[in-house]
Structures are given as C-alpha cells and as structure tokens.
C-alpha cells in the first residue's frame, strides 16, 4: 500500500480542544473525499461476524460511492446477522476476493483490526494501492493509508452519515435505511449511553430521507426464528451471578447448537439480556467455538470499561461493547475470565 501525498496522509485523532478536532475532522474528510475523486474502482470490507453497523456502514458506503458515479463492491467473509435482509445491496455482498478485478482504493468500516476482515479478504485487500480505514473503536495498532478512526462516535454510520454530507451525497431511502440500522443497533435501540443529541438528531434527518424506524426496528428485533429461541433457552439456563450480582456469565456450546439446529447468527444480542438485569454492571457471554477457541463477548454498563478488559487479552471494542478470543477449554476459560472480571469490577465499579 503506497503512502500519499498532501492531505491524504492524514491521520483523524479525537483532540482535547474542540478546535483542533474540528479542523482535524474537516482535513481527513477532505482527505477521503480526494481518494474518492481519485478513484474509478473501489473495494468496501467490513469485520467477520458483521453486526449491524458492520452490515449498514459496507452497504451504506458502498451505494454513497455509486451515487457518486463510481464503481463500488461490497466485502465481507461472514453472512450478514438474522433481520437484515430487508437492507438494499445485501445480496450483493461478495465474499471471497477476485482477483480478475483491479481497484483503485480500498475502504475498511467498522473494522478495528486489519485482521478482523478475515483469512479469505485480507490478502487481497492487503494488495490494493490505497487503503481507508474508517471506524470508530479504540485502534491501538493503525493501519492504512488513510485513517479516520473516532472513538467518541456512536457508530461507523454515524461517522458516514457525515461523509455523507461534506461529499453532498444525493440522498435515497436505501441509504437512509443503510445508516438509520447502523446507528440504531450500535446504540442498543437509543438506549446505550452513545446515544448523544447529536445521534438523535442525524436519526431525525434519516427518517426525513426514508428510513422507516418502526418498520427497521421489526426487522432486526422481531424476526427471530423458533430455533434462536430454543437456543436462547439453553443459555438462559446457564446464567450465573457474581460479586454481589453485578456480573453475570453464561455459555454456548457447540452442542446447544446441534441440539436446537441453530446457527451462529441466531444467538445474536444475547448477551444483551445478562446486561439487562439491573444490579449487573458488566456482563460476559462464553461461547464455544469449533477451532478450539472461547469467544468471549463483553457487555457493561458505566462506570465499568469493557474494550480495556478485552485489550488484557488481545481484544477489543468499544467502552461498554467488547469482545476477544482465547484458548482453552469452555469451563477453564470461563472459571479463569470470570474471576479477573470480578476483580476488575471491584477495581472500577
């Protein structure tokens, strides 16, 4: 990937003084806005597992680009999550690399780690001239030639929906819809503390353009299938508390999904009701992968920072949304994870 020159070796960083984050904002998407004028061709990758905002920032971007006049593709290596295929351009989403077709620059979203795009796209997108990460979780190793990363924004959407308007993006329902899903899951339906009046405000316009909230919002929330239900069940029946019941653990293993003829996708958002029992200040969700691994998803709520606890074992994410990998069995990992969350509850909370 080749450095640029000018404006486009900027480099977004959130400042103490509003000042200077307002004259840093407007230089990289000035920045962004000359790859874009550069290009004919461009490549738009999100994360494995995609959530929402994974799904509507690929999209989102990919048809801004295309509004544009430009050719545009969107990647990524995993199936969107359950309730999203209402999105326009779904079926679109490529998930491998070919390497037939050549383009200009490459845009990652929501995309913490350059690793996060997967085995399958990484080597590909590694071989793109220019490289645009745009993403708002604390990034400790950058990447690419270009790079926005905002911590204090909601979302990936809520950083688009303003490239959206410094590029003067003719507006569409599918877009709206694309940004308005991003936005909405990543704060927890307008309940997480990311919900800022500055989130409520760019929804309000989104609705304006054609998102339909309630129509979203049955979408995504109320489509689920018997067998998530069922699995969710199993779950449930794992739930523990802790220290004094401001942490709750639950698991999922491999054979809850054979089980119940459930997949990966159907156990979506369940760590979201172990963060919903009001004593609890930080939740954790074990899940037994088939490669060996543990996924541990990570849940809390404020003062408790979960994508520092997660950075202890190579994860990462945002404050209250966290997650990371590690090796062992399901019940030695969640025996040993468990107690360092107490402690780390008892050392923030």
Not at 227 to 246: G, K, N
């Amino acid at each position: 990937m080749k450095n640029l020159e000018g404006p486009c070796a900027v480099s977004c960083a959130v400042s103490d003084s509003q000042s200077q984050e307002a004259a840093e904002r407007t230089r990289v998407l000035a920045a962004i806005k000359q790859v874009i004028a550069s290009g004919r061709r461009f490549a738009v990758a999100t994360h494995v597992r995609p959530d929402g905002d994974a799904v509507g920032s690929v999209l989102a971007l990919t048809t801004m680009l295309r509004l544009l006049g430009k050719n545009a593709d969107a990647f990524c290596e995993d199936p969107p999550p359950p309730g999203h295929d209402f999105l326009a351009g779904i079926d679109e989403i490529r998930r491998t690399w070919d390497d037939s077709v050549s383009y200009d620059a490459a845009v990652l979203v929501d995309c913490g780690e350059f690793n996060r795009v997967g085995s399958v796209l990484a080597d590909g997108l590694a071989r793109v001239p220019v490289l645009v990460n745009i993403d708002h979780h604390v990034n400790l190793n950058p990447f690419g030639t270009l790079s926005w990363v905002d911590p204090t924004a909601s979302s990936t959407c809520e950083l688009l929906y303003d490239l959206a308007v410094f590029l003067e993006v003719p507006w569409t329902a599918d877009l709206a819809a694309q940004l308005y899903t991003g936005i909405l899951t990543d704060t927890g339906s307008f309940r997480f503390s990311n919900t800022t009046r500055k989130v409520l405000a760019i929804a309000t316009d989104l609705v304006g353009h054609g998102a339909q909230p309630a129509f979203i919002a049955a979408q995504i929330y109320d489509s689920g299938s018997p067998q998530r239900l069922r699995l969710l069940a199993r779950v449930l029946a794992t739930v523990a508390f802790e220290a004094d019941d401001r942490l709750a653990t639950a698991e999922l293993t491999q054979a809850m999904f054979q089980e119940t003829g459930s997949s990966r996708s159907d156990a979506e958002s369940f760590i979201n009701h172990l963060r919903s029992i009001r004593t609890v200040l930080m939740a954790a969700l074990f899940r037994e992968e088939e490669d060996g691994t543990v996924h541990v998803s990570l849940r809390s709520k404020d003062p408790v920072d979960v994508a520092a606890f997660a950075r202890r074992y190579g994860g990462g994410g945002h404050r209250q949304a966290a997650a990371f990998r590690t090796r062992g069995s399901l019940s030695e990992v969640r025996a040993r994870i468990t107690r360092a969350a107490r402690l780390y509850i008892d050392g923030h909370a």
